[in-house]
C-alpha cells in the first residue's frame, strides 16, 4: 500500500509496506527496522515475536520515544508481558498492532510532531506493495 500525505518536517516517513517490506521515502526495505522521524535502523536483529528478547529492546529505549508502535506482521500477535513491561517501567507507551497499521499510525503521529517509533517485524512473504491513501 502506497502512503502519500503531509509528513512536516521529518526525515523519515513511511511510504508504503507489504507482508514482507516497508517502503521509507520510496526504498524497500525488507528487514525488520525501527523509523522514527529523525532516526531509521534498517537491519535490527529480530525477525519475529519468537526472536524477541528483552536486551533487543535497549536500543529503542535509548531512542527515547514518548511512544513505540509495535508491527507484528501481517497478522495482530501479541509478544511476552515481559515486553509491554519492558517499556511501561520506562515511562515510553506501547501499542501492538499488524504491521499496517503501525505503518499508518506512525505516519500520523510523526506527521502531528510526537515522538514515536515504529518497530517494524517483517515475517511475511507478499511481494505486492500496499499503498498507504
Not at 525488507?30 to 533487543?56: A, C, F, Y
Not at 535509548?62 to 511476552?80: K, Y
Not at 513491561?85 to 505516519?107: K, S
Request: net charge negative.
Amino acid at each position: 500500500m502506497d502512503i502519500t500525505q503531509e509528513h512536516g518536517t521529518a526525515s523519515f516517513v513511511i511510504t508504503g509496506y507489504d507482508d514482507s517490506a516497508v517502503i521509507v521515502n520510496q526504498t524497500r526495505y525488507t528487514n525488520s527496522m525501527v523509523i522514527m522521524p529523525e532516526k531509521l535502523i534498517t537491519q535490527w536483529e529480530p525477525r519475529g515475536l519468537n526472536d524477541l528478547e528483552l536486551h533487543h529492546l535497549d536500543e529503542i529505549a535509548d531512542l527515547t520515544p514518548g511512544i513505540v508502535l509495535l508491527g507484528t506482521g501481517p497478522v495482530l500477535e501479541f509478544p511476552d508481558q515481559a515486553v509491554l513491561g519492558y517499556f511501561l517501567q520506562r515511562g515510553i507507551g506501547i501499542e501492538v498492532m499488524d504491521t499496517a497499521a503501525a505503518c499508518r499510525t506512525y505516519n500520523i503521529l510523526m506527521s502531528e510532531g510526537r515522538n514515536v517509533a515504529a518497530v517494524i517485524l517483517l515475517m511475511g512473504t507478499n511481494p505486492a506493495p500496499q499503498l498507504l491513501p
